[in-house]
Each structure stands twice: as structure tokens, then as C-alpha cells.
């Protein structure tokens, strides 16, 4: 089992900024991918930015040039910096890992930690 920590997540007025973290710990193998998703309430959970083991880095378009993703592969964390927040960035975000473990891919999911942007 893989166990995933988020931290970061507030309150925060239109354009300012919060720092995402994510540990992961436990079984862990080969870790292939970090990303992070939020979710409102009554829509489908999105995927925000996603990082290869490789480096790739993936973001969804309302986010570039706002959003960074970044991981420490020593602490097996990976992290988001969200700056100019808007309201539209308001929901719970969480850390999705995928582990390969020789046999099998397995998807692991954080807590999730809520962001709220507001005057």
C-alpha cells in the first residue's frame, strides 16, 4: 500500500497564491507518474497537471502560465504552485500516484485538500 499526505490547500482572495504538497510513503516501487486533480461539487473530477517519471509535464489549459508542477523524487513528493488564483480554482484538489510494482500499474489518491478563492 502507498499512502498519500496533502498540504496546502486555504483560502485565498482572486490573484493571490497557495503551494500544493504531496507526500507519498509506504510500499512504494517505481513511481511513473504524479498529478494532481480537484473536483467541484456536482461535476466530474479533471485532471490540473501531471508529471512523468521521464519529466513530461502536462497542463490543462486553464491553468498554463499560472500553475507549476514539480516533484523531489527523494522525498517521493510532488508539489503544485498555484499562483494568480482565480474563483474558477475553487475546489478540493488531490494527489493522484501511479506505481508500477513489477506486475501491475496501481493508482493511489490522496485526501484531498480544499482550495477556496474569494473576496
Known amino acids: 500500500q502507498v499512502q498519500l499526505v496533502e498540504s496546502g490547500g486555504g483560502l485565498v482572495q482572486p490573484g493571490g497564491s497557495l503551494r500544493l504538497s504531496c507526500a507519498a510513503s509506504?510500499?512504494?516501487?517505481?513511481?511513473?507518474?504524479m498529478g494532481w486533480y480537484r473536483q467541484v461539487p456536482g461535476k466530474q473530477r479533471e485532471v490540473v497537471a501531471a508529471i512523468t517519471s521521464a519529466g513530461t509535464i502536462n497542463y490543462v489549459d486553464s491553468v498554463k502560465g499560472r500553475f507549476t508542477i514539480s516533484k523531489d523524487n527523494a522525498k517521493n513528493t510532488v508539489y503544485l504552485q498555484m499562483n494568480s488564483l482565480q474563483p474558477e480554482d475553487t475546489a478540493v484538489y488531490y494527489c493522484n500516484v501511479v506505481q508500477y510494482n513489477g506486475r501491475h500499474y496501481e493508482d493511489y489518491w490522496g485526501q484531498g485538500t480544499q482550495v477556496t478563492v474569494s473576496s
Open positions: 509506504g510500499s512504494i516501487f517505481r513511481i511513473d507518474a
